[in-house]
Nanobody, 115 residues
Framework: QVQLVESGGGLVQAGGSLRLSCAASGIIFSSNTMHWFRQAPGRQRELVTSITTGGSTNYADSVKGRFTISRDNAKNTVYLQMNSLKPEDTAVYYC?????????WGQGTQVTVSS
């Protein structure tokens, strides 16, 4: 069965850092474009960043220069390094895998940034 399991969330002070991990199983990981989304209460889920099978990356303007997505195909894991965190980064962060018309979501991990 397909599983995407996020980890690494938590409570951090503004200006701090966190690294999220998403471990995938049940998919051909190297054939999937991977994304991180986030959703804060009362807000629409937004795309934070993505990394293609070829390693190309894209970032939302709000996180450019602060967040870095990477993948380790040998470990079937995608990471999100988050630096210089701001209170507005507070959200549930979701891992998403996409291969053609098929996609899967993780359960999410809470990131809370205090001021």
């Amino acid at each position: 069965q397909v599983q995407l399991v996020e980890s690494g969330g938590g409570l951090v002070q503004a200006g701090g850092s966190l690294r999220l991990s998403c471990a995938a199983s049940g998919i051909i990981f190297s054939s999937n474009t991977m994304h991180w989304f986030r959703q804060a209460p009362g807000r629409q889920r937004e795309l934070v960043t993505s990394i293609t099978t070829g390693g190309s990356t894209n970032y939302a303007d709000s996180v450019k220069g602060r967040f870095t997505i990477s993948r380790d195909n040998a470990k079937n894991t995608v990471y999100l390094q988050m630096n210089s965190l701001k209170p507005e980064d507070t959200a549930v962060y979701y891992c998403h895998a996409q291969r053609g018309p098929i996609d899967y979501w993780g359960q999410g991990t809470q990131v809370t940034v205090s001021s």
